[in-house]
């Protein structure tokens, strides 16, 4: 990927794109994150994007402010995104740190993320494809 | 290390040797009284002392024969300056203290009278003489590097930090607030290497400089790092890396150049101390720049209020045109 080797890997399956953050980025790599998935949206005509952040040891403020422009830019470009991953002492600062974060969809892991792609994906179906969640979750 | 001080300072061979011997015997001899990791530094001080005194004899020798051709080689090459510079600096340096603190330390270095004894000539205590030698090397340290670096302090603060750097008393650091006026003064933040590489390996505080947004992880990771030696839980971690970054991001966007210290803190509890400084414009409106959703760049408007609700005590002192510090401390739950 363009954001080079190990900080982040954005994997297409189908019209998804699965983007997982492997370790804790700065501001600058989360920013370059962002536009590389911004971009690859458009390049894949993906419609739904999950960013898995696992790994992340901190979401402050800049962290979440960029996932939220992120979400917001592939709504308007039409696809759909989830959250998934947050680690329960990163949630639990978030909401001491005060973050509002409602409007992103949020998941517990990259399994409830694909099926709530599927669910929504089926629904506003252009394509027809097939909501299986057992072929996607299976996929390399 | 001692020969090479000697060596640097002292150019034929079996003088020098001599010369170390003669510290080496001091050392071992002070060894029992010195501070455990202090011996080093106690030894360079030795070292130079020692060289110093055979200067003062040699200039009297040469001063009572002055009839007799000097033999002695012209030192023209540059270890010989580089060495006759620092005989100058440690000279000017004795030259700047006290004659009381001079006649003691010359006494105890050069003479190798102890501390009782001497204790007992000036009606003191010999902890009372040790203390007080210990801040005349503190002071002649810094007298040291300055007169080594030909300067002369541009502050009236330059002095009380950077002798408060030299004695290692965190206190004192404290009460004339050294690490800002590190920031300041480039002469001092020069200085203090040296300063700071003596003695301490201090392993519950951690600085981080900071400048660019590498540094904002660098300096969460460290403070988590830390703080987990205390048996934070891993919530509490993340609350402090939460916090840590909220204020190096403030720095890094606002003032550029600035530093975090984590300090693991004993009393009143065990806790850890975030003291974020930087030598920005300062905050015109502190009260709303606390205030929730306030905010100058593309943020949440949550970095200050927000770093304040991750902590336990949270405050914040800034001047315009001369910067902001950030005092922040999460107590350990005592469980």
């Given at each position: 990927m363009t954001t080079g080797p190990k900080l982040v890997s954005i994997l297409r399956q189908g019209s998804y794109l699965i983007a997982s953050i492997h370790t804790a980025l700065d501001d600058t790599q989360m920013v370059r994150f962002q536009e590389d998935l911004v971009e690859q949206i458009g390049r894949y005509r993906s419609r739904g994007v999950i960013i898995d952040v696992a790994a992340l040891d901190v979401l402050d403020s800049f962290g979440a402010r960029t996932l939220r422009t992120i979400a917001e830019m592939a709504r308007l470009r039409g696809a759909v995104t989830v959250i998934v991953g947050i680690q329960p002492d990163v949630a639990f600062a978030m909401v001491s740190l005060g973050m509002a974060t409602g409007s992103v969809v949020t998941l517990l892991d990259l399994e409830e993320g694909l099926a709530f792609l599927d669910s929504r994906t089926q629904r506003n179906a252009t394509s027809g494809r097939p909501a299986l969640r057992t072929l996607s979750r299976g996929a390399p | 290390m001692v020969r090479r001080i000697v060596a640097a300072r002292v150019q034929d061979g079996p003088t020098a040797d001599d010369l170390v011997q003669e510290t080496l015997v001091r050392v071992l001899a002070a060894a029992p009284r010195v501070e455990p990791g202090m011996l080093e530094s106690y030894a360079i001080v030795t070292a130079r002392n020692v060289v110093a005194s055979l200067w003062r004899e040699r200039d009297r020798h040469r001063r009572n024969q002055h009839r007799v051709v000097d033999l002695l080689p012209e030192q023209t090459h540059d270890d010989g300056l580089v060495a006759q510079e620092e005989q100058n600096a440690v000279v000017q340096a004795l030259a700047r203290l006290s004659e009381r603190e001079r006649d003691t330390l010359l006494a105890h270095e050069v003479s190798g009278q102890d501390t009782r004894s001497l204790a007992g000539e000036i009606g003191s205590t010999a902890g009372a003489v040790a203390a007080q030698l210990n801040r005349t090397r503190a002071r002649l340290r810094v007298e040291y590097l300055l007169a080594l670096d030909q300067a002369e302090p541009p502050t009236e603060r330059c002095r009380p930090v950077l002798l408060a750097l030299s004695s290692g008393d965190r206190r004192r650091q404290r009460e004339v607030d050294a690490a800002r006026h590190l920031l300041e003064c480039d002469l001092c933040a020069r200085l203090s290497e040296p300063l700071m590489e003596r003695g301490q390996a201090r392993d519950d505080e951690i600085?981080?400089?900071?400048?660019?947004?590498?540094?904002?992880?660098?300096?969460?990771?460290?403070?988590?790092?830390?703080?987990?030696?205390?048996?934070?839980?891993?919530?509490?971690?993340?609350?402090?890396?939460?916090?840590?970054?909220?204020?190096?991001?403030?720095?890094?966007?606002?003032?550029?150049?600035?530093?975090?210290?984590?300090?693991?803190?004993?009393?009143?509890?065990?806790?850890?101390?975030?003291?974020?400084?930087?030598?920005?414009?300062?905050?015109?409106?502190?009260?709303?720049a606390l205030a929730d959703g306030y905010s100058t760049y593309q943020g949440l408007g949550l970095g200050l209020p927000g770093a304040r609700r991750l902590m336990d005590e949270f405050a914040i002192m800034t001047e315009i045109g001369r910067g902001t510090t950030v005092t922040m401390t999460k107590w350990r739950e005592e469980r």
């Open positions: - | 600085r981080i400089p900071i400048h660019v947004d590498a540094d904002i992880v660098a300096a969460r990771q460290a403070a988590r790092e830390l703080a987990s030696r205390l048996g934070f839980s891993k919530t509490d971690l993340t609350l402090i890396a939460t916090a840590v970054s909220e204020v190096a991001r403030n720095i890094v966007r606002f003032a550029g150049l600035g530093e975090i210290v984590v300090e693991l803190l004993d009393q009143p509890r065990r806790g850890v101390r975030v003291v974020a400084m930087d030598t920005g414009p300062g905050i015109a409106d502190v009260e709303q």
